[in-house]
């Protein structure tokens, strides 16, 4: 989000002021063009793929075909020196994306591709093997691109490419605002292409178009109904269907197939899913599409402006019923994902934007923000709802859209009591924030920033700060409405299989992160162990189980089938641990091969049990 919701006089001049600003890059002579003439042989921009569980997804984006060009386009595989066709697509308009599939595909060994066109035009790229033997999966993650070189939007991005080039990640994973464009998405998603082309075409993507992409200053999807506005506040699309799908299928059609394909109102689709990649399974949502507008559920603007605090404070403003946020098509994707560890050993939830409020201060630091509607802390139940069931498979999760990097201990009972977060700083910033909440925070680590350590959000949720890559003082004072690069970046998420380790580094735009002298973001990296996303330190104990084989999956059921939790555990022992007293049905094992016991819980340190 970029502009806060319009409920005051306040909002109303910001969102005006966003308005003038794209009406006049629109009219500037320095907005983006593509070339005069694209010549038969350059026809094809880029190209995003992903393999999972053995089947190929790739989508080349071609600029628009002229004269007499066929509307087709072969995908090519190198086998024996030689190019060999394996699959054909149609180009499909608006948009002139070309969507592939190969079915069977072997992940055991690196291929090269090209996508060729007419005999004319060649695009080549390489089909990386699954590194399920590596130790170390690397994801990196970028987020808010924005467009205007008016405002720094020129500033190459050949620091973050070039750093890529040298990182060499496993996975890449655009979070959103791909696009900042409001009205010709499919004009600067080539210039996306243009920009992240030499890294995307090596290397397995995944992109969550957010907001702005689909040419909204905000968006609660609200399972796809027609929006009034397009400040977003009624909730549902604005754009016509056929943008909003054509925005869908450029970014989101390599990705793997959705869990459940149904469509929502107006026909537009879904494409929340899976993809196990090395050894890592992310859950890929969609948390914007089915979340629920402000019409009807936000009225009273005298509880606008409470601020963030150490305090523990009872009145959660506008918790009020009837809201959703993932609704219960996603939720039930994440149970069935949770218990689904073939091939995986961590897992990572994938979001547009994290389940806090992460800032205090917007646009500029002169007076605190009042509540984010656009973030995921509201609504509060299905935001607790949510973090309750992603917590059950030990995930952390990455996201951004917030501009402002952060890693986030989150708390729905108590605080800590669920999964991680790391919001990644945007690759250019236009609109600052900032988290320096009024107190210092409870229970910090020895020696951290005030802004550190465990508060209530806005909204009155449970969360723990532990770094946070803010602007300095001095563009506290005078970055507010530019874009710069400054407190602009990218993450990288690398992920320890032995060890079952996860480390979050945020690094700064404009530094060579392979030179040991070059710094990340004060409080970075930060490292937590696989089973800190579930953590439960004053709760209950089922027995100790002796496992026959190392690794296996153990998943929880209470007395009423629910699914408590699930994991691949590290080693050949195990002790489940619950927040409640009762009976348990502990599952060992995966595919045909399990074991089921009836355990009951006791009070930690009670009394040791083994069950071999």
């Known amino acids: 989000m970029i502009f806060p919701p319009v409920l005051t006089k306040k909002y109303m001049l910001l969102f005006l002021f966003a308005t003038i600003f794209q009406l006049t890059a629109q009219n500037e002579t320095w907005l983006f063009k593509l070339p005069d003439s694209i010549p038969p042989k350059d026809r094809i921009c880029f190209a995003l793929y992903t393999v999972h569980e053995n089947t190929l997804k790739l989508t080349a ?24 066709d394996k699959a054909y697509a149609e180009i499909i308009y608006p948009g002139y994306t070309a969507p592939f599939r190969i079915e069977n595909w072997d992940d055991t060994k690196a291929y090269e591709y090209r996508v060729a066109h007419n005999n004319k035009a060649f695009y080549e790229g390489s089909i990386q093997k699954n590194p399920i033997d590596k130790d170390e999966i690397v994801l990196a993650a970028f987020t808010c691109n924005s467009i205007y070189p008016k405002y720094g939007g020129d500033i190459e991005r050949n620091d973050i490419v070039g750093n890529m080039k040298k990182l060499k990640p496993d996975v890449l994973f655009f979070s959103g605002d791909q696009v900042y464009d409001h009205s ?5 998603w080539l210039k996306f292409g243009r920009d992240f082309g030499d890294i995307i075409r090596n290397t397995p993507t995944i992109c969550l178009p957010d907001d ?15 929006g009034t506005a397009r400040n977003g506040e009624s909730g549902g699309y604005y754009m016509p269907v056929e943008y909003v799908k054509e925005v ?6 390599h990705l793997p197939d959705p869990y459940d394909p149904t469509p929502i109102e107006q026909g537009i689709g879904v494409y929340y899913t899976d993809l196990k990649w090395g050894s890592i399974s992310f859950a890929i949502l969609e948390d914007r599409k089915f979340k629920n507008g402000l019409e009807g559920f936000v009225k009273d603007e005298k509880k606008y402006f409470p601020k963030v605090t150490a305090a523990n404070i009872d009145d959660r403003p506008f918790n009020v019923k009837g809201t959703t946020l993932l609704g219960e098509r996603q939720l039930k994707f994440l149970e069935d994902w949770t218990t689904d560890w073939k091939d995986a050993e961590i897992k990572t939830v994938l979001s547009q934007t994290i389940f806090a409020m992460g800032n205090t201060h917007s646009g500029k630091f002169d007076k605190p923000i009042g509540l984010d509607f656009d973030t995921n802390g509201w609504p509060q139940a299905k935001r607790d709802k949510a973090l309750s069931v992603i917590r059950k498979s030990f995930s952390c999760m990455i996201a951004g859209d917030q501009h402002l990097g952060t890693v986030i201990h989150h708390g729905i009972d108590t605080w800590n009591d669920a999964g991680y977060s790391f919001c990644t700083p945007s690759i250019a910033n236009f609109w600052l924030r900032w988290w320096a909440p009024p107190e210092a925070g409870k229970n910090r680590q020895k020696g951290a920033p005030d802004y550190t350590g465990e508060f209530l959000d806005g909204f009155q949720n449970k969360i723990t700060m532990h770094a946070t890559a803010n602007p300095t003082i001095q563009e506290k004072k005078q970055k507010g409405g530019q874009l710069t690069t400054t407190a602009a970046g990218f993450g990288v998420i690398r992920y320890q299989k032995n060890d079952r380790k996860i480390t979050f580094e945020c690094w700064p735009r404009n530094v060579d992160i392979t030179n040991p002298k070059s710094k990340q973001y004060k409080g970075w990296p930060v490292t937590i162990n696989q089973m800190d996303n579930f953590n439960i330190t004053n709760g209950y104990e089922l027995p100790t189980f002796k496992l026959t084989k190392k ?5 929880i059921y209470n007395e009423a089938n629910e699914l408590v939790s699930s994991i691949r555990v590290k080693g050949d022992e195990y002790q489940p641990k619950t927040y409640i007293k009762g009976n348990f049905k502990v599952v060992i094992g995966e595919g045909n091969s399990l074991k089921t016991y009836h355990v009951t819980a006791f009070q930690k340190n009670q009394k040791k049990v083994t069950v071999k």
Not at 62 to 83: D, H, M, R, V
Not at 551 to 555: A, C, D, I, L, S
């Open 61 to 84: 984006q071609f600029y628009p075909i002229k004269n007499y060009e066929p509307f087709t386009a072969s995908l090519q595989i190198k086998e024996n020196g030689k190019w060999v």
């Open 184 to 188: 010709e998405h499919y004009l600067y």
């Open 212 to 226: 702005h992409d689909i040419g909204q200053a905000n968006l609660w999807g609200a399972g796809g109904k027609k």
């Open 248 to 253: 869908e299928r450029a970014q989101t059609s």
């Open 551 to 555: 690794n296996q999956v153990v998943t």
